[in-house]
Protein backbone atom coordinates (compact mmCIF):
# COMPACT_ATOMS: atom_id res chain seq x y z
CA UNK A 1 0.00 0.00 0.00
CA UNK A 2 1.17 3.47 -1.06
CA UNK A 3 0.19 6.34 1.63
CA UNK A 4 -0.66 9.79 0.69
CA UNK A 5 1.20 12.67 2.21
CA UNK A 6 -0.27 15.84 4.20
CA UNK A 7 2.51 18.29 4.96
CA UNK A 8 1.79 20.47 7.21
CA UNK A 9 3.93 23.83 7.33
CA UNK A 10 3.35 27.11 8.89
CA UNK A 11 3.89 30.72 8.34
CA UNK A 12 3.74 34.55 9.74
CA UNK A 13 4.97 33.77 13.27
CA UNK A 14 5.63 30.87 15.70
CA UNK A 15 3.62 28.87 18.10
CA UNK A 16 0.08 28.77 15.67
CA UNK A 17 -0.21 25.23 16.94
CA UNK A 18 0.70 23.31 13.87
CA UNK A 19 1.80 20.46 16.14
CA UNK A 20 -2.03 20.27 17.36
CA UNK A 21 -3.06 20.97 14.01
CA UNK A 22 -1.42 17.69 12.93
CA UNK A 23 -2.54 15.66 15.51
CA UNK A 24 -5.97 16.83 15.31
CA UNK A 25 -6.61 16.16 11.09
CA UNK A 26 -4.65 12.73 12.32
CA UNK A 27 -7.84 12.10 14.95
CA UNK A 28 -10.24 13.31 12.40
CA UNK A 29 -8.69 10.67 9.68
CA UNK A 30 -8.94 8.20 12.53
CA UNK A 31 -12.35 8.60 13.04
CA UNK A 32 -13.04 8.09 9.32
CA UNK A 33 -11.43 4.40 9.69
CA UNK A 34 -8.30 5.52 8.01
CA UNK A 35 -4.92 4.50 9.60
CA UNK A 36 -2.18 7.77 9.82
CA UNK A 37 1.30 7.99 11.22
CA UNK A 38 2.50 11.65 12.12
CA UNK A 39 6.52 12.78 11.72
CA UNK A 40 7.99 15.91 12.89
CA UNK A 41 11.21 17.69 11.39
CA UNK A 42 12.99 19.96 13.32
CA UNK A 43 15.53 22.19 11.35
CA UNK A 44 17.92 22.69 14.30
CA UNK A 45 21.12 21.49 14.65
CA UNK A 46 20.96 19.81 17.65
CA UNK A 47 20.64 15.81 17.41
CA UNK A 48 18.01 15.26 19.52
CA UNK A 49 15.83 17.77 22.11
CA UNK A 50 17.66 15.25 24.74
CA UNK A 51 20.35 17.43 25.73
CA UNK A 52 18.13 21.27 25.33
CA UNK A 53 16.75 22.69 27.97
CA UNK A 54 13.38 22.44 28.43
CA UNK A 55 13.15 25.99 29.30
CA UNK A 56 14.39 26.78 25.32
CA UNK A 57 12.48 23.69 24.31
CA UNK A 58 9.96 23.01 25.79
CA UNK A 59 9.39 18.76 27.25
CA UNK A 60 11.13 16.21 25.80
CA UNK A 61 8.84 13.67 25.19
CA UNK A 62 10.10 9.89 25.14
CA UNK A 63 8.40 7.45 22.96
CA UNK A 64 8.82 3.39 23.81
CA UNK A 65 11.64 2.76 21.91
CA UNK A 66 13.48 5.38 23.92
CA UNK A 67 13.97 8.32 21.95
CA UNK A 68 13.87 11.55 23.05
CA UNK A 69 12.37 13.63 20.78
CA UNK A 70 9.98 16.87 20.29
CA UNK A 71 6.86 17.07 22.48
CA UNK A 72 4.66 17.75 19.46
CA UNK A 73 5.25 13.51 19.43
CA UNK A 74 3.37 13.70 22.71
CA UNK A 75 0.33 15.95 21.18
CA UNK A 76 0.26 13.29 18.11
CA UNK A 77 0.13 9.96 20.71
CA UNK A 78 -2.46 11.81 22.76
CA UNK A 79 -5.05 12.64 19.55
CA UNK A 80 -4.27 9.06 17.59
CA UNK A 81 -3.56 5.56 17.54
CA UNK A 82 0.00 6.28 16.07
CA UNK A 83 2.82 3.93 16.97
CA UNK A 84 5.98 6.02 17.34
CA UNK A 85 9.16 5.59 17.34
CA UNK A 86 12.81 7.59 16.90
CA UNK A 87 11.34 7.31 13.04
CA UNK A 88 9.11 10.10 13.67
CA UNK A 89 11.41 12.72 14.81
CA UNK A 90 13.76 14.12 12.84
CA UNK A 91 16.21 17.50 13.05
CA UNK A 92 18.77 18.60 10.59
CA UNK A 93 21.38 17.84 13.03
CA UNK A 94 20.23 13.86 12.70
CA UNK A 95 19.66 14.02 9.13
CA UNK A 96 23.51 15.38 8.45
CA UNK A 97 24.98 12.72 11.13
CA UNK A 98 23.34 9.96 9.08
CA UNK A 99 24.80 11.58 5.58
CA UNK A 100 28.26 12.39 7.51
CA UNK A 101 28.43 8.96 8.52
CA UNK A 102 27.89 7.88 5.18
CA UNK A 103 30.36 9.78 3.87
CA UNK A 104 33.21 8.84 5.84
CA UNK A 105 32.23 4.78 4.60
CA UNK A 106 32.53 6.21 1.25
CA UNK A 107 29.22 5.47 0.86
CA UNK A 108 28.71 7.93 -1.89
CA UNK A 109 31.63 7.05 -4.64
CA UNK A 110 33.60 10.17 -4.86
CA UNK A 111 30.74 12.52 -5.68
CA UNK A 112 30.62 16.09 -4.08
CA UNK A 113 27.55 15.67 -1.26
CA UNK A 114 25.24 18.29 -1.40
CA UNK A 115 21.92 19.63 0.06
CA UNK A 116 20.06 18.98 -3.31
CA UNK A 117 20.53 15.65 -3.87
CA UNK A 118 21.63 14.27 -1.04
CA UNK A 119 20.24 16.04 2.36
CA UNK A 120 16.92 16.17 0.64
CA UNK A 121 16.99 12.40 -0.40
CA UNK A 122 17.87 11.57 3.26
CA UNK A 123 14.87 13.31 4.53
CA UNK A 124 12.80 12.32 1.90
CA UNK A 125 13.46 8.74 2.84
CA UNK A 126 12.98 9.20 6.29
CA UNK A 127 9.40 10.57 5.21
CA UNK A 128 8.82 6.58 3.02
CA UNK A 129 10.27 4.79 6.20
CA UNK A 130 6.88 6.21 8.42
CA UNK A 131 4.56 6.03 5.37
CA UNK A 132 4.88 2.30 4.99
CA UNK A 133 1.62 0.48 6.05
CA UNK A 134 -0.65 3.46 7.01
CA UNK A 135 -3.21 5.41 4.89
CA UNK A 136 -1.49 8.83 5.41
CA UNK A 137 1.64 10.02 6.64
CA UNK A 138 1.11 13.68 8.14
CA UNK A 139 4.51 15.13 8.33
CA UNK A 140 5.18 18.80 10.03
CA UNK A 141 7.50 20.52 9.10
CA UNK A 142 9.41 22.89 12.35
CA UNK A 143 9.67 26.56 12.39
CA UNK A 144 8.19 28.83 10.47
CA UNK A 145 8.11 29.59 6.35
CA UNK A 146 10.79 31.90 5.42
CA UNK A 147 13.50 30.50 7.76
CA UNK A 148 16.99 29.78 6.64
CA UNK A 149 17.37 26.50 8.19
CA UNK A 150 13.88 24.67 7.00
CA UNK A 151 14.97 25.15 3.39
CA UNK A 152 16.05 21.56 2.74
CA UNK A 153 12.88 20.35 4.25
CA UNK A 154 10.50 22.43 2.30
CA UNK A 155 12.57 21.60 -0.93
CA UNK A 156 12.24 18.03 0.21
CA UNK A 157 8.40 18.18 0.14
CA UNK A 158 8.60 20.15 -2.81
CA UNK A 159 9.80 17.15 -4.64
CA UNK A 160 7.65 15.01 -2.86
CA UNK A 161 5.21 16.20 -4.46
CA UNK A 162 6.66 16.11 -7.81
CA UNK A 163 7.75 12.83 -7.63
CA UNK A 164 3.64 11.03 -6.48
CA UNK A 165 1.65 13.69 -7.66
CA UNK A 166 -1.59 15.97 -6.37
CA UNK A 167 -3.47 13.08 -5.85
CA UNK A 168 -0.94 11.32 -3.38
CA UNK A 169 0.18 14.76 -1.37
CA UNK A 170 -1.39 17.23 0.38
CA UNK A 171 0.07 20.88 1.62
CA UNK A 172 -1.41 22.16 4.44
CA UNK A 173 -0.49 25.87 5.77
CA UNK A 174 -0.97 27.33 9.10
CA UNK A 175 -0.88 30.88 9.23
CA UNK A 176 -2.24 33.83 11.49
CA UNK A 177 -5.25 36.09 10.98
CA UNK A 178 -4.86 38.74 13.37
CA UNK A 179 -7.59 41.26 14.54
CA UNK A 180 -6.55 44.69 14.69
CA UNK A 181 -8.39 46.09 17.61
CA UNK A 182 -7.49 49.91 16.52
CA UNK A 183 -8.99 49.34 12.89
CA UNK A 184 -11.83 46.19 14.39
CA UNK A 185 -10.90 44.47 11.15
CA UNK A 186 -9.35 40.97 10.47
CA UNK A 187 -6.35 41.40 8.61
CA UNK A 188 -5.31 39.18 5.85
CA UNK A 189 -2.03 40.80 4.25
CA UNK A 190 0.16 38.28 6.68
CA UNK A 191 -1.18 35.55 5.25
CA UNK A 192 -0.81 36.79 1.78
CA UNK A 193 2.96 37.34 2.80
CA UNK A 194 3.35 33.73 3.97
CA UNK A 195 1.61 32.03 1.11
CA UNK A 196 3.85 34.10 -1.68
CA UNK A 197 7.11 32.97 0.52
CA UNK A 198 6.17 29.55 0.29
CA UNK A 199 5.35 29.90 -3.38
CA UNK A 200 8.76 31.14 -4.18
CA UNK A 201 10.23 28.16 -3.23
CA UNK A 202 7.71 26.65 -5.07
CA UNK A 203 5.17 25.19 -2.59
CA UNK A 204 1.57 26.37 -3.69
CA UNK A 205 -0.78 25.32 -0.47
CA UNK A 206 -4.10 23.51 -0.97
CA UNK A 207 -5.50 24.03 2.79
CA UNK A 208 -4.86 27.21 4.66
CA UNK A 209 -5.59 26.90 8.77
CA UNK A 210 -6.39 30.09 9.42
CA UNK A 211 -5.45 31.14 13.20
CA UNK A 212 -8.03 33.63 14.34
CA UNK A 213 -9.66 34.70 17.62
CA UNK A 214 -13.24 34.50 15.77
CA UNK A 215 -14.75 33.05 13.22
CA UNK A 216 -13.73 34.40 9.72
CA UNK A 217 -16.66 35.50 7.80
CA UNK A 218 -17.61 34.65 3.96
CA UNK A 219 -16.36 37.53 2.62
CA UNK A 220 -12.56 37.39 4.44
CA UNK A 221 -12.10 34.29 3.35
CA UNK A 222 -13.14 34.45 -0.30
CA UNK A 223 -10.57 37.49 -0.17
CA UNK A 224 -7.68 35.13 1.28
CA UNK A 225 -8.44 32.59 -1.54
CA UNK A 226 -8.37 35.44 -4.04
CA UNK A 227 -5.16 36.19 -3.18
CA UNK A 228 -3.62 33.10 -2.19
CA UNK A 229 -4.98 30.96 -4.90
CA UNK A 230 -6.78 28.18 -2.87
CA UNK A 231 -10.73 27.24 -3.08
CA UNK A 232 -12.87 29.45 -0.98
CA UNK A 233 -13.87 26.26 0.78
CA UNK A 234 -9.94 25.60 1.66
CA UNK A 235 -9.72 28.33 3.63
CA UNK A 236 -10.48 27.10 7.26
CA UNK A 237 -11.16 29.29 10.24
CA UNK A 238 -9.06 27.39 13.04
CA UNK A 239 -10.53 29.48 16.19
CA UNK A 240 -8.65 29.79 19.31
CA UNK A 241 -10.14 27.29 21.93
CA UNK A 242 -10.17 27.03 25.53
CA UNK A 243 -9.58 23.04 25.49
CA UNK A 244 -6.88 21.85 23.00
CA UNK A 245 -9.18 18.75 22.94
CA UNK A 246 -11.52 20.90 20.96
CA UNK A 247 -10.00 21.60 18.00
CA UNK A 248 -10.53 18.14 16.22
CA UNK A 249 -14.25 19.22 16.74
CA UNK A 250 -14.17 22.35 15.44
CA UNK A 251 -12.23 21.21 12.56
CA UNK A 252 -14.43 18.48 11.83
CA UNK A 253 -17.11 21.61 11.43
CA UNK A 254 -15.37 23.14 9.20
CA UNK A 255 -15.36 20.09 7.03
CA UNK A 256 -11.40 19.75 7.16
CA UNK A 257 -11.57 16.01 6.88
CA UNK A 258 -13.66 16.17 3.66
CA UNK A 259 -11.38 18.31 2.40
CA UNK A 260 -8.56 16.48 2.94
CA UNK A 261 -10.07 13.19 1.42
CA UNK A 262 -11.42 14.80 -1.86
CA UNK A 263 -7.70 16.32 -2.48
CA UNK A 264 -5.90 13.00 -1.93
CA UNK A 265 -8.59 11.23 -3.49
CA UNK A 266 -9.24 9.03 -0.29
CA UNK A 267 -12.29 6.24 0.03
CA UNK A 268 -13.72 6.58 3.91
CA UNK A 269 -16.32 5.59 6.28
CA UNK A 270 -18.65 8.58 7.56
CA UNK A 271 -16.77 10.58 10.68
CA UNK A 272 -17.49 9.02 14.06
CA UNK A 273 -16.33 11.53 16.41
CA UNK A 274 -18.50 11.15 18.97
CA UNK A 275 -16.50 9.91 21.59
CA UNK A 276 -14.48 13.31 21.36
CA UNK A 277 -17.51 15.24 21.46
CA UNK A 278 -18.45 13.86 25.02
CA UNK A 279 -14.88 14.66 25.62
CA UNK A 280 -14.90 18.37 24.79
CA UNK A 281 -18.95 18.31 26.61
CA UNK A 282 -17.09 17.04 30.15
CA UNK A 283 -14.52 19.61 29.79
CA UNK A 284 -16.52 22.31 29.79
CA UNK A 285 -19.09 20.66 32.30
CA UNK A 286 -16.81 20.04 35.45
CA UNK A 287 -19.23 19.30 38.78
CA UNK A 288 -15.86 20.30 41.14
CA UNK A 289 -13.02 21.71 41.58
CA UNK A 290 -9.41 19.55 42.62
CA UNK A 291 -6.17 21.56 43.43
CA UNK A 292 -3.30 20.35 42.91
CA UNK A 293 0.27 21.91 44.19
CA UNK A 294 3.58 21.23 42.02
CA UNK A 295 6.62 21.25 43.37
CA UNK A 296 9.49 21.81 40.96
CA UNK A 297 13.11 23.75 40.69
CA UNK A 298 11.34 26.36 38.96
CA UNK A 299 8.04 27.98 38.52
CA UNK A 300 6.88 26.13 35.16
CA UNK A 301 7.61 27.79 32.11
CA UNK A 302 5.32 27.46 29.49
CA UNK A 303 5.67 23.70 27.46
CA UNK A 304 8.70 22.40 29.77
CA UNK A 305 6.12 19.61 31.89
CA UNK A 306 3.79 19.26 28.95
CA UNK A 307 2.72 15.41 29.19
CA UNK A 308 2.91 16.29 33.00
CA UNK A 309 -0.61 18.68 33.05
CA UNK A 310 -2.43 17.24 30.36
CA UNK A 311 -2.26 14.04 31.96
CA UNK A 312 -3.63 15.88 35.09
CA UNK A 313 -6.20 16.91 32.65
CA UNK A 314 -7.24 13.49 31.89
CA UNK A 315 -6.81 12.40 35.45
CA UNK A 316 -9.33 15.28 36.32
CA UNK A 317 -11.61 14.76 33.23
CA UNK A 318 -12.47 10.73 34.54
CA UNK A 319 -13.51 12.70 37.44
CA UNK A 320 -15.95 15.27 35.91
CA UNK A 321 -13.32 17.29 37.40
CA UNK A 322 -11.95 21.14 36.74
CA UNK A 323 -8.77 20.57 37.25
CA UNK A 324 -6.31 23.51 39.04
CA UNK A 325 -2.91 23.47 39.08
CA UNK A 326 -0.28 26.10 41.10
CA UNK A 327 3.37 25.36 40.50
CA UNK A 328 4.85 26.09 43.43
CA UNK A 329 9.04 27.02 43.35
CA UNK A 330 11.25 24.71 45.60
CA UNK A 331 13.64 26.86 46.47
CA UNK A 332 10.47 29.09 48.74
CA UNK A 333 10.04 26.09 50.49
CA UNK A 334 13.24 25.57 52.11
CA UNK A 335 12.66 27.89 54.54
CA UNK A 336 13.10 27.43 58.23
CA UNK A 337 10.57 26.87 61.13
CA UNK A 338 8.28 25.01 58.68
CA UNK A 339 7.19 28.13 57.45
CA UNK A 340 6.31 25.89 54.23
CA UNK A 341 3.29 24.72 56.09
CA UNK A 342 1.76 27.42 55.37
CA UNK A 343 2.12 27.42 51.57
CA UNK A 344 1.14 23.83 51.19
CA UNK A 345 -1.81 24.17 53.21
CA UNK A 346 -4.49 25.02 50.13
CA UNK A 347 -3.77 22.01 48.49
CA UNK A 348 -5.62 18.56 47.40
CA UNK A 349 -2.79 16.77 46.37
CA UNK A 350 0.84 17.11 46.01
CA UNK A 351 3.24 16.30 42.71
CA UNK A 352 7.25 16.54 42.64
CA UNK A 353 7.65 16.18 38.79
CA UNK A 354 10.69 14.60 36.89
CA UNK A 355 13.54 17.07 37.02
CA UNK A 356 17.77 17.12 37.26
CA UNK A 357 20.04 18.56 39.69
CA UNK A 358 20.65 19.90 43.19
CA UNK A 359 19.10 23.24 43.20
CA UNK A 360 15.43 23.24 45.28
CA UNK A 361 15.49 19.28 46.18
CA UNK A 362 15.72 20.16 49.92
CA UNK A 363 12.17 21.92 49.20
CA UNK A 364 10.94 19.11 47.79
CA UNK A 365 11.85 17.07 50.98
CA UNK A 366 9.94 19.38 53.04
CA UNK A 367 6.78 19.49 50.69
CA UNK A 368 7.25 15.54 50.79
CA UNK A 369 7.46 15.74 54.48
CA UNK A 370 4.32 17.57 55.08
CA UNK A 371 2.39 15.51 52.57
CA UNK A 372 3.53 12.27 54.39
CA UNK A 373 2.62 13.94 58.25
CA UNK A 374 -0.54 15.33 56.91
CA UNK A 375 -1.86 12.37 54.95
CA UNK A 376 -2.31 14.91 51.60
CA UNK A 377 -2.27 12.54 48.48
CA UNK A 378 1.13 12.85 46.73
CA UNK A 379 2.47 11.31 43.52
CA UNK A 380 6.26 11.31 43.28
CA UNK A 381 7.25 10.86 39.49
CA UNK A 382 10.90 9.85 38.68
CA UNK A 383 12.63 12.30 41.06
CA UNK A 384 9.43 12.97 42.87
CA UNK A 385 10.21 9.08 43.91
CA UNK A 386 13.62 9.41 44.62
CA UNK A 387 13.24 12.39 47.04
CA UNK A 388 10.30 10.77 48.58
CA UNK A 389 13.16 7.75 49.37
CA UNK A 390 15.35 10.34 50.35
CA UNK A 391 12.83 12.41 52.74
CA UNK A 392 11.61 8.52 54.50
CA UNK A 393 15.20 7.75 54.96
CA UNK A 394 16.23 10.88 56.74
CA UNK A 395 13.14 11.57 58.61
CA UNK A 396 11.76 7.97 59.42
CA UNK A 397 14.58 5.94 59.44
CA UNK A 398 17.01 8.70 61.40
CA UNK A 399 19.34 8.83 58.24
CA UNK A 400 19.80 12.30 58.71
CA UNK A 401 22.20 12.59 55.80
CA UNK A 402 20.26 10.41 53.83
CA UNK A 403 20.50 11.76 49.89
CA UNK A 404 21.11 10.68 46.13
CA UNK A 405 24.55 10.43 45.24
CA UNK A 406 23.38 13.23 42.08
CA UNK A 407 23.30 15.68 44.63
CA UNK A 408 25.53 14.87 47.39
CA UNK A 409 27.96 12.49 45.62
CA UNK A 410 30.04 12.05 49.68
CA UNK A 411 26.56 11.53 51.05
CA UNK A 412 27.33 8.36 53.69
CA UNK A 413 23.95 7.41 53.33
CA UNK A 414 23.28 6.71 49.21
CA UNK A 415 19.45 6.27 49.14
CA UNK A 416 19.88 6.87 45.59
CA UNK A 417 22.35 6.60 43.32
CA UNK A 418 23.79 5.51 39.94
CA UNK A 419 23.91 1.49 39.87
CA UNK A 420 25.18 1.53 36.20
CA UNK A 421 27.95 3.60 36.97
CA UNK A 422 29.28 0.93 39.43
CA UNK A 423 28.45 -2.09 37.28
CA UNK A 424 30.67 0.13 34.64
CA UNK A 425 28.01 0.02 32.09
CA UNK A 426 28.40 3.77 31.57
CA UNK A 427 27.85 4.19 28.21
CA UNK A 428 29.20 7.46 26.02
CA UNK A 429 26.43 10.08 26.22
CA UNK A 430 23.36 7.64 26.36
CA UNK A 431 24.13 7.41 30.45
CA UNK A 432 20.00 8.22 31.04
CA UNK A 433 17.36 4.78 31.00
CA UNK A 434 15.46 5.65 28.41
CA UNK A 435 11.93 4.23 27.14
CA UNK A 436 9.91 1.48 27.78
CA UNK A 437 10.71 -1.15 30.55
CA UNK A 438 8.30 -3.71 32.40
CA UNK A 439 7.09 -3.56 35.56
CA UNK A 440 6.34 -6.17 38.00
CA UNK A 441 3.53 -5.05 40.52
CA UNK A 442 3.86 -6.75 44.17
CA UNK A 443 0.04 -8.06 45.02
CA UNK A 444 -1.91 -6.04 47.58
CA UNK A 445 -0.26 -2.90 47.06
CA UNK A 446 -2.09 0.45 46.20
CA UNK A 447 -0.07 0.42 42.67
CA UNK A 448 -2.05 -3.38 41.93
CA UNK A 449 -5.18 -1.66 42.87
CA UNK A 450 -4.45 0.99 40.77
CA UNK A 451 -3.17 -1.01 37.96
CA UNK A 452 -5.39 -4.12 38.02
CA UNK A 453 -2.46 -5.83 36.60
CA UNK A 454 0.88 -7.37 37.95
CA UNK A 455 2.50 -6.66 34.91
CA UNK A 456 3.02 -3.04 32.69
CA UNK A 457 5.23 -0.91 30.76
CA UNK A 458 6.12 2.32 31.38
CA UNK A 459 8.50 4.79 29.36
CA UNK A 460 11.90 6.05 31.48
CA UNK A 461 14.54 9.03 31.26
CA UNK A 462 16.54 8.58 34.69
CA UNK A 463 20.20 7.98 35.32
CA UNK A 464 20.17 7.34 39.16
CA UNK A 465 18.01 4.58 41.65
CA UNK A 466 17.36 3.40 44.52
CA UNK A 467 19.94 1.33 46.44
CA UNK A 468 18.04 -2.06 47.23
CA UNK A 469 21.08 -1.72 49.79
CA UNK A 470 19.03 0.44 51.90
CA UNK A 471 15.76 -1.40 51.08
CA UNK A 472 15.44 -3.16 54.27
CA UNK A 473 16.18 -0.45 56.93
CA UNK A 474 13.22 1.47 55.05
CA UNK A 475 10.67 -1.29 54.28
CA UNK A 476 11.22 -2.18 58.25
CA UNK A 477 9.89 1.01 58.53
CA UNK A 478 7.36 1.11 56.70
CA UNK A 479 7.86 1.74 53.04
CA UNK A 480 6.64 -0.85 50.26
CA UNK A 481 8.16 -1.21 47.20
CA UNK A 482 5.52 -2.21 45.06
CA UNK A 483 7.08 -2.45 41.79
CA UNK A 484 10.47 -3.95 40.27
CA UNK A 485 11.52 -4.92 37.49
CA UNK A 486 11.10 -8.75 36.70
CA UNK A 487 14.35 -9.67 37.50
CA UNK A 488 14.64 -7.55 40.62
CA UNK A 489 17.23 -5.05 39.71
CA UNK A 490 15.30 -1.87 39.53
CA UNK A 491 12.99 -0.17 42.06
CA UNK A 492 10.07 1.27 40.14
CA UNK A 493 7.30 1.75 42.51
CA UNK A 494 7.45 2.80 45.87
CA UNK A 495 4.19 3.58 48.46
CA UNK A 496 3.38 3.88 52.17
CA UNK A 497 0.22 1.81 53.40
CA UNK A 498 -0.43 3.75 56.37
CA UNK A 499 -1.12 6.95 54.35
CA UNK A 500 -4.53 7.36 52.12
CA UNK A 501 -2.37 7.90 48.71
CA UNK A 502 1.28 8.12 48.76
CA UNK A 503 3.08 6.69 45.65
CA UNK A 504 6.52 7.20 43.81
CA UNK A 505 7.03 5.69 40.47
CA UNK A 506 10.79 5.31 38.45
CA UNK A 507 9.16 6.19 35.36
CA UNK A 508 6.73 8.63 33.49
CA UNK A 509 3.45 7.90 33.48
CA UNK A 510 2.07 10.96 31.92
CA UNK A 511 3.74 9.75 28.60
CA UNK A 512 0.82 7.37 28.16
CA UNK A 513 -1.91 8.94 29.24
CA UNK A 514 -4.78 10.12 26.62
CA UNK A 515 -7.44 11.66 27.08
CA UNK A 516 -9.80 9.13 26.16
CA UNK A 517 -7.48 6.85 27.86
CA UNK A 518 -6.29 8.35 31.05
CA UNK A 519 -3.62 6.90 33.01
CA UNK A 520 -4.40 5.27 36.37
CA UNK A 521 -1.76 6.83 38.16
CA UNK A 522 -3.34 9.65 37.38
CA UNK A 523 -6.77 9.04 37.92
CA UNK A 524 -6.11 7.29 41.04
CA UNK A 525 -4.13 10.34 42.38
CA UNK A 526 -6.98 13.15 41.29
CA UNK A 527 -9.55 11.20 42.63
CA UNK A 528 -7.79 11.10 45.78
CA UNK A 529 -6.69 14.88 45.86
CA UNK A 530 -10.65 15.49 45.62
CA UNK A 531 -11.80 13.39 48.32
CA UNK A 532 -8.77 14.35 50.36
CA UNK A 533 -9.86 17.89 49.52
CA UNK A 534 -13.73 17.75 50.15
CA UNK A 535 -12.19 16.07 53.93
CA UNK A 536 -9.96 18.86 54.94
CA UNK A 537 -12.58 21.51 53.57
CA UNK A 538 -15.25 19.78 56.07
CA UNK A 539 -12.82 19.87 59.02
CA UNK A 540 -11.89 22.99 58.42
CA UNK A 541 -15.52 24.28 58.07
CA UNK A 542 -16.10 22.61 61.42
CA UNK A 543 -12.93 24.03 63.10
CA UNK A 544 -14.72 27.30 62.09
CA UNK A 545 -18.08 26.75 63.71
CA UNK A 546 -15.66 25.25 66.59
CA UNK A 547 -14.02 28.70 67.30
CA UNK A 548 -17.49 30.21 66.62
CA UNK A 549 -19.33 28.85 69.60
CA UNK A 550 -16.12 28.82 71.76
CA UNK A 551 -16.10 32.41 73.18
CA UNK A 552 -19.89 31.92 74.48
CA UNK A 553 -18.63 29.16 76.26
CA UNK A 554 -15.84 30.61 77.52
CA UNK A 555 -18.03 32.91 78.92
CA UNK A 556 -20.28 30.97 80.20
N1 LIG B 1 17.72 13.38 38.12
C1 LIG B 1 17.18 12.09 38.35
C2 LIG B 1 17.93 10.99 37.61
O1 LIG B 1 18.69 11.30 36.74
C3 LIG B 1 15.70 12.05 37.98
C4 LIG B 1 15.46 12.16 36.52
C5 LIG B 1 14.03 12.51 36.20
O2 LIG B 1 13.27 12.90 37.05
N2 LIG B 1 13.65 12.39 34.95
O3 LIG B 1 17.76 9.83 37.88
Redesign the pocket.
Known amino acids: MSAKYIFVTGGVVSSLGKGLAAASIGCLLESRGLKVNLMKFDPYLNVDPGTMSPFQHGEVFVTDDGAETDLDLGHYERFTHAKLSRDNNWTTGRIYEQIIAKERRGDYLGKTVQVIPHVTNEIKSAMKKVAQDVDVAIVEIGGTVGDIESLPFMEAIRQMRQELGRENTLFMHVTLVPFIAAAQELKTKPTQHSVKELLSIGIQPDILLCRTDRFLAKDIKSKIALFCNVEEGAVVTAKDVASIYEVPVVFAHEGVDTLVLRYLHLEAKDRDLKRWEELVQKVYTPTAEVTIGIVGKYVEYEDSYKSLKEALVHGALAHNLKLQVNWIEAEGLETEGRAYEEQLQDYDGILVP ?3 GKRGIEGMLNAIRYAREKKIPYFG ?3 GM ?1 TACIEFARNVCGLAEANSS ?1 FDPATPHRVIYKLRELRGVEELGGT ?1 RLGAWTCKIEPETLAYKIYGQNEISERH ?5 FNREYEETLTAAGLRISGSTPDGTYVEMIELPDHPHFIGCQF ?1 PEFKSKPLEPHPLFKAFVGAAYQSGLKRRAEKAAAEVDMFHRPEKVRA
Do not use: A, D, S
Not at 461 to 465: I, K, P, S
Open positions: GGFICLQEMRHRYEH
